[in-house]
């Protein structure tokens, strides 16, 4: 009853009807403590999804914190305790959240749901898994992880699930900068939460929509009604300030900010810095609007002394998107305090954070920060470098705030170029921008800026702006203003208000708001008493354009429509778009302002088509990358589907920044896939460090990693060769047979990947590091649990890929061939044609040593084929041992295995008793088509024993399942 009623959203009744039952849990494996242990897990869910206390939910399940106590739970048991427990770890609003953890946990859940055939239990895994992907910044696997939940999430009715996955949506929507898409789902979510009657699904939907509504420029009385909605609903409803309180705390404080609103700015900030000392990024994230706030008051110093508390109290791997951040405000503060040279390197320090999460909003505010420099600097060349990079973004300046920032360095730009005409256009785009997102600072800087270049408006411009400045207290700026005006002589000519109309609609195009107020502003011109608003034809009825005004009642198609304030004239169609001006004023003038604006309309719809069409391009930036990895990636060989599958994910995963770990039997390729993942990610020319973990003493590997016993000045030197950190920042450091290095350096490993340091010796404080680590390992997961730190390997399976060995894709074994003569006989000699015996032999044979006892083979084969006018491979030219172990295949994969590699190599016993175990179990599971239940009784182990040694021996389930039993 319990889970029908969670899936209906009764979560309040579900922890009312559990809390009586909750006793002292014992982990075991009889049915009085498996219930015991479904009633904690199901209450500890409730305790994070629907009141956010994460820690009693983990307080709740400490019985079960280890995997020896989960196993000996029953299946359904074991993966609802695993699930909770992913949860708890993957919520980001408290301080013991811990993501590559909460991975672990829940994708142990996943796997045991599955095996159960429990879709219920699968998809509320895989959601776990996608808000702990969003922790650690790994978008892409969010969408993964999304996608798969929503597949299982079709097959049953979830109501909390379908909220959960607009909740992720609407992260990965403002991850890609589609704030409107965000905003539909931040509805769906409301919605959801009043038919469910919970008050925290409710208040995150507010919070949300108050962070997209700032971000898309609404007007900030809306940003903060909407802000303090959410507060409201989630101070009842939560005893621990979470991450969605953040987002509405900063989006209030923001949309103060942006309104010139000082104390109320301030007051929001206090009230967050009196409620997110529990919340592991609220305190850094407020602390961040109070360096914005110091900054727009013309506050230096406070905003310096603000932004280095920050940096020493950011944990680097906490957040990269946090870094981002900060690095953000430390340019925008370097360029105002003149130290260009900084602002340029924490500008390109921001854009590399961004680029390596694929942030598309955060790359864009980086590249918009490193040319704003480059023109403070009158740095022309660099400026065009930059703007070329800005060109693959275009669509994002669709969103007014981003392109009010990009007018305002336009017209910068055009100041230093000496191009007086199009600087007065980029500013007067800039005070129009401005004006409709309501950033009063900007907007009376920009009627600054635009005084210089319009002699006919510069006394109204500079008194708008005295008068915006006075209200704003910002001191000096009212002298600069009266020693302009002192210099500043009107022409007494009136400004003409269709003069620029063409140019400023040609670079409104970014925007429909941007053509909205544009034609307000026309219009207004031809009569002051007069007001333009543009409509635009949405699913549910005509809308304006700007969020300030309300759309009247009209049918969906008419010529012109009058009502009591006005008259609604149409203006175009495109498609499934259509456009409309409603004027409102005196009747008497309200046809001539339409008769005046006739010249113009046809470019007012051009304009909307183009931005309209600019609004629905997808962001092109992490398409493009994630085709460019696909492309790359299948330059290696593969066509067998168990490969092309690795590397169909290793191309998802290529620009991501997580570490990786790459599993597989030798010679299966870790190597080539590994380099190949480094030069996709930190690119050719960025340091690739390789450290060999097999053979070394620890001290010896040890000072090889983080240089322990060498002089901070040689360590901290990127040159160093007694640090294989520093010798690898900015670029990937690999790390053969990972599962080999001693436990003492294992925590040590696990510190740096945390922190993004190396205790350094001697040094004031550890050296900060960006590097990538790609480890590998021989070993299967159930051994690498035996074998490694548990931290740590949580740590590198975020992003594990398992190479199949040879056998497994033996469509492969042709194309490899071929490509591996091409790459050992020099350029141009003919490829040797292959006997029909051969290719037989090649395909049939064992390959315990895999691609590269292949290549050895081919190598030694073609080596006397070389000066061979029509080159030939027989039978003869391979060796004895491998076409015997090719004809004795038929005997069976043990002994045909075994043989080969007792003749080929040194075989431990170990080893041995592997290779039987190994080629045992597959026959079995193939003589069951892959069904895990009749061969773990034909062999006599339990379900969870045979799983143990499926992983532990790297036998592929799925390949050994028969078409029908998969299905």
Request: proline share 5%.
């Amino acid at each position: 009853m319990a889970h029908e009623l969670l899936a209906d959203g009764r979560q309040a009744d579900v922890a009312h009807m559990l809390e009586p039952l909750v006793s002292e849990a014992q982990a075991g494996a009889s049915a009085a403590q498996a219930e015991q242990a479904l009633v904690r897990a199901l209450l500890a869910r409730i305790r994070v999804l629907r009141e956010g206390r994460a820690q009693d939910a983990l307080a709740l399940l400490a019985p079960y914190e280890n995997s020896a106590a989960r196993a000996t739970l029953r299946p359904d048991a074991r993966a609802a305790v695993a699930c909770a427990m992913g949860w708890a770890r993957a919520w980001r609003d408290v301080r013991t959240y811990d993501g590559p953890r909460a991975l672990a946990l829940l994708q142990e859940a996943e796997a045991t749901a599955r095996e159960e055939s429990d879709s219920t239990g699968t998809c509320w895994a895989l959601l776990g898994q996608a808000v702990a992907y969003t922790t650690i910044d790994e978008f892409a696997l969010v969408r993964e992880a999304l996608r798969k939940a929503e597949t299982v999430a079709a097959r049953i009715q979830d109501t909390l699930a379908t909220a959960w996955t607009h909740h992720l949506h609407i992260l990965d929507c403002a991850f890609q900068g589609a704030y409107d898409d965000g905003l539909a789902h931040a509805a769906m979510l409301q919605s959801a939460g009043t038919q469910v009657q919970d008050a925290m699904l409710l208040g995150h939907g507010l919070s949300y929509e108050a962070a997209l509504r700032h971000e898309l420029g609404h007007p900030p009385a809306q940003v903060v009604a909407t802000a303090e909605a959410a507060r409201h609903a989630l101070e009842g409803a939560v005893q621990v300030a979470g991450y969605p309180y953040v987002a509405a705390l900063r989006a209030e404080a923001s949309a103060h900010i942006r309104a010139g609103a000082w104390a109320d700015a301030e007051r929001a900030i206090t009230r967050g810095a009196d409620r997110l000392s529990d919340v592991a990024t609220g305190e850094l994230i407020m602390g961040l609007e109070q360096a914005r706030l110091h900054m727009a008051r013309t506050d230096w110093d406070g905003a310096a002394a603000v932004l280095s508390d920050l940096t020493t109290r950011l944990p680097y791997r906490e957040s990269r998107l946090l870094a981002c951040r900060l690095q953000l405000a430390e340019a925008l503060l370097h360029r105002q305090l003149f130290a260009y040279e900084q602002a340029r390197d924490a500008a390109a320090q921001a854009l590399r954070q961004a680029r390596r999460t694929g942030h598309q909003v955060f790359e864009l505010r980086a590249l918009l920060s490193l040319l704003h420099t480059a023109v403070l600097q009158s740095d022309l060349a660099g400026a065009e470098e930059v703007l070329e990079a800005i060109t693959p973004h275009r669509a994002l300046l669709r969103l007014v705030p981003l392109a009010a920032n990009w007018f305002r360095i336009r017209g910068r730009l055009a100041d230093v170029q000496g191009h007086v005409a199009e600087a007065t256009v980029w500013h007067r785009q800039a005070l129009v921008a401005a004006e409709a997102i309501g950033d009063a600072p900007t907007a009376a800087r920009q009627r600054l800026a635009l005084a210089c270049h319009a002699p006919a408006e510069a006394h109204a411009l500079l008194d708008d702006a005295a008068a915006q400045f006075d209200a704003l207290a910002i001191p000096h700026l009212p002298e600069a203003i009266a020693e302009m005006r002192s210099e500043r002589h009107a022409s007494g000519d009136e400004p003409v208000w269709d003069a620029t109309l063409a140019d400023d609609l040609f670079r409104a195009a970014l925007s429909p708001v941007l053509i909205a107020q544009h034609v307000g502003r026309a219009v207004q011109r031809i009569d002051d008493g007069l007001q333009a608003t543009l409509l635009h034809h949405a699913d549910d009825g005509w809308q304006t354009l700007l969020p300030t005004t309300d759309a009247p009642t009209l049918p969906r198609r008419f010529t012109s429509e009058s009502t009591e304030e006005g008259t609604a004239y149409f203006l175009s169609e495109d498609g499934a778009r259509s456009f409309a001006v409603y004027l409102t004023g005196p009747d008497s003038v309200v046809a001539d302002a339409w008769e005046a604006l006739a010249p113009w309309r046809p470019l007012v719809s051009l304009a909307l088509q183009q931005a309209t069409l600019l609004g629905d391009a997808p962001p092109a930036a992490h398409d493009a990358s994630d085709r460019t990895a696909s492309a790359a990636l299948h330059t290696l060989v593969a066509g067998a589907p168990a490969m092309t599958a690795v590397l169909d994910r290793a191309a998802r995963l290529a620009h991501t920044h997580s570490p990786v770990l790459l599993t597989g039997e030798p010679g299966t390729g870790k190597r080539t896939l590994a380099a190949r993942i480094h030069h996709l990610d930190a690119g050719p020319e960025a340091p690739c460090i390789t450290v060999d973990c097999t053979n070394i003493e620890q001290d010896r590997l040890d000072g090889r990693l983080f240089g322990h016993g060498v002089p901070a000045t040689s360590v901290s030197s990127a040159n160093s060769t007694a640090c294989a950190f520093a010798r690898a920042d900015g670029g990937t450091l690999m790390l053969r047979q990972v599962h080999l290095l001693p436990r003492d350096v294992q925590k040590r490993l696990v510190y740096t990947l945390r922190e993004g340091t190396v205790p350094t010796p001697g040094a004031d404080a550890p050296l900060s590091v960006d590097v990538r680590v790609i480890a590998t390992s021989t070993e299967g997961l159930e051994a690498l649990r035996q074998q490694m730190d548990e931290a740590l390997l949580d740590r590198l399976r975020v992003l594990h890929l398992h190479l199949p060995p040879l056998r497994e894709r033996r469509d492969d074994i042709p194309l490899l061939v071929r490509h591996l003569m091409r790459d050992l006989l020099p350029a141009g000699s003919p490829l040797p044609t292959l006997s029909g015996a051969v290719r037989s032999i090649l395909q049939d044979a064992p390959w315990p040593g895999n691609i590269r006892q292949l290549r050895n083979e081919i190598e030694r084969a073609v080596g006397p084929l070389r000066n061979e006018p029509a080159p030939m491979l027989d039978v003869g030219d391979l060796s004895p041992s491998l076409v015997r172990a090719s004809q004795n295949r038929e005997a069976g994969p043990a002994t045909d295995t075994l043989s080969y590699r007792l003749q080929h190599a040194s075989l431990t016993l170990s080893d041995a008793l592997a290779d039987v175990e190994r080629a045992l179990i597959r026959d079995t599971l193939a003589r069951f088509d892959g069904q895990v239940a009749p061969t773990a009784d034909a062999l006599g182990l339990t379900r969870q024993g045979l799983y143990k040694k499926i992983d532990r021996l790297n036998i592929d389930l799925d390949r050994l399942r028969h078409p029908a039993a998969v299905a």
